[in-house]
């Protein structure tokens, strides 16, 4: 049962334009999210995060938005760089529970020249 | 770098192997998770401890096993080896019990030929 879903694989944005990063999920106990970035042979990297009380929450040119009644969550990148370039991660979990995150199977973004 | 080192980078074992994978959480982090990312998945979440005790399980195999010791560093030991168990396993810590903003390491890298 896969409770974050992530159902772009990938996506390709040129460099200066907006990236759209997408992420569905299906647990209402889930009250925080975050985004993961990760490069080829790395860990992945905590980015920014949104709790269930704000419907957006913005860190430089990285903004994420939340809509609970949809149960989706989107990251935003303005203007998309080439050093963007990496597989995103989005992942939930329930604080209240101490909860491990749950997390998506990953979009790879592209950001062209 | 995250702060968080986990031994080796590489694997390679035959079937049937025992293996151990360590990791050296963040200084001051008492909350050690494991993950396997196998190919093209997403993260899984393996198992979770916060200073020393087990505090969640996530879809992890009988032949898998972690401990966290007094230094806080973990290992997780996988025996019995199969070749669907060839995967990056990674180790992520944070400071409290909830897994937020985890920092994680830069993965082992495991190949059972």
């Known amino acids: 049962d896969q409770q974050v879903k992530q159902n772009s694989p990938s996506l390709s944005v040129q460099e200066g334009r907006i990236s759209i990063l997408n992420c569905d999920y299906t647990?209402?106990?889930?009250?925080?999210f975050l985004w993961y970035k990760k490069y080829p042979a790395e860990g992945p990297t905590f980015l920014i995060s949104?709790?269930?009380?704000?419907d957006k929450n913005e860190d430089g040119r990285f903004t994420v938005f939340l809509n609970k009644s949809a149960k989706h969550l989107s990251l935003h990148i303005v203007p998309s760089q080439p050093g963007d370039s990496a597989v995103y991660f989005c992942?939930?979990?329930?604080?209240?529970?101490?909860?491990?995150?749950?997390f998506g199977t990953g979009t790879r973004l592209q950001v062209t020249l | 770098d995250s702060g968080v080192t986990q031994t080796p980078k590489h694997l390679i074992t035959a079937t049937g192997q025992r293996v151990t994978l360590r990791c050296s959480p963040r200084?001051?982090?008492?909350?050690v998770y494991w993950y396997q990312q196998s190919l093209d998945q997403g993260l899984q979440f393996l198992i979770q401890?916060?200073?020393?005790?087990?505090?969640a399980k996530g879809n992890i195999l009988e032949r898998f096993s972690a401990q966290q010791f007094p230094d806080l560093h973990s290992e997780l030991n996988l025996s019995s080896l199969e070749l669907g168990d060839s995967a990056l396993y990674f180790c992520?810590?944070?400071?409290?019990?909830?897994?937020?903003?985890?920092?994680f390491g830069q993965g082992t890298r495991l190949t059972v030929v």
């Open positions: 200084s001051g982090d008492l909350s």
């Open positions: 401890y916060y200073n020393g005790e087990e505090r």
């Open positions: 992520a810590s944070s400071v409290l019990g909830a897994n937020t903003e985890a920092f």
């Open positions: 647990n209402s106990m889930f009250d925080y």
């Open positions: 949104i709790s269930s009380i704000k």
């Open positions: 992942a939930a979990t329930h604080t209240g529970t101490a909860s491990k995150l749950t």
